[in-house]
């Protein structure tokens, strides 16, 4: 049971909780009046203040004529100081603001000082602009144009791969036209396009875009340099070297396997070329060989190889030894000879037989005789009066002998149309 002081205690301290409640309703009221206060004298009683604005950048205004340009006085900024309402000073930012340097009317080349103008928006005040004269340098304009140049980066190679130098580069354009001031126009050398390849196992074909260099290859950056074109398309081809094989074909197919030997030296070559062509590419025909106008069985042949291929051991010819098995030729006097004369001219021939040099299987040979060749001259194509022309006798050897028997060389006639 409690005694009487701790009714005391207990009394007292329920009379200061009930106090301190009551003296926390008129704070809070307080604090949301001052709160309202601070509200309205912000919003409807702002007071002025002032606010620096940073880096606003200058527009030089630039005779309409379009015969001057900036050749310094560029990329200029200026910084700004308003007055205005503290609430409307927090709208707003550097771009609310225009700086404009009126350059309109200077008709000459030179050093001019332009007074800065700065458009305020509206509600504000300016109060103060760290620049209020711009120096300009005002230039005549010019063109010119610079070569392309193309700067690969950035790549790996796979083994036995090289990428293409300048020369074997193909670009969209080979150079650059260029209009600005020539003071600035005559410092540019060239036009640079990098062009990162990344992991190269094929031909690239890229896009990059334009930089200006000077004669020291620093970038050259001025906004009143019109670049022709921006970027440039490249198409850069990546090379591999490999060895292929050389052969000859023959137009009539009369010589194989079975009747000749063909022995050519070298009989291969290291090439140089294109990825997308090797990589293909196992050997390589050096020529194409009429047996019919075969004089000799040894040739050398000039070694030309395809467009975009080079020989990088040195070959420039081939020699091709053509050796006969079982076959020989023989010459026959033939005297049969047709004349085709749609048009009825009188006509007279330079001879009357015409020895043909035939090869053939060394037993068929035995057997054939002149009369299983014929012989024909076609007037077909001459006008009367033609006089002496010089036609080519076709030779034709008879089904018997067509398969294993063929002659060699060309033959001609004399012809004289009256």
Known sequence: ????????VLGANEEAARKKGHNILPKI?????AFILW???????????????RSIPIEVLLPSSGELSIYSGYNVTVDVT????????????????KATADATAYTQAGKYSVPVDIEVPGGFNLV????NLLSVYLDAKATSSVPVQIKLTEYTLAEGLELGGDNDI?????????????SILDTIEAALVTVPCGNVSSSIRASGNVQLLDAYGSVVTNPYVSVGTSAVDVRIPVFMTKEIELKVDFKNKLLNSSNSKVEISPSAVKVRGS???????????ISTIDEKSLTADKLSIPLTLPEGISCVDGTEAVDVTITHTGTTTKILSVEDIKVVNPNDFKYTLSLDTVNVTLRG?????SKISAEDITLTVDLSELKEGAGSVTLPVKVEVSDTYAKSVYELGEYNMVVTVK
């Open 39 to 53: 509200f309205y004298v912000m919003t409807v009683e702002s007071p002025i203040n002032q606010e620096v604005f």
């Open 361 to 365: 299987k060394t037993d068929e040979l």
């Open 128 to 131: 103060d602009k760290s620049v």
């Open 29 to 33: 009221i307080s604090v949301l009046l």
């Open 1 to 8: 049971m409690a005694d009487r002081n701790d009714n005391v």
């Open 170 to 182: 193909e670009k969209s354009v080979s150079e650059i036209f260029l209009s600005g001031p020539k």
């Open 82 to 97: 308003v007055s205005g309402k503290k609430s409307d000073l927090n709208q707003i930012s550097a771009e609310s603001f």
């Open 275 to 285: 990825v997308e062509t090797l990589s293909v590419l196992e050997h390589h025909v």
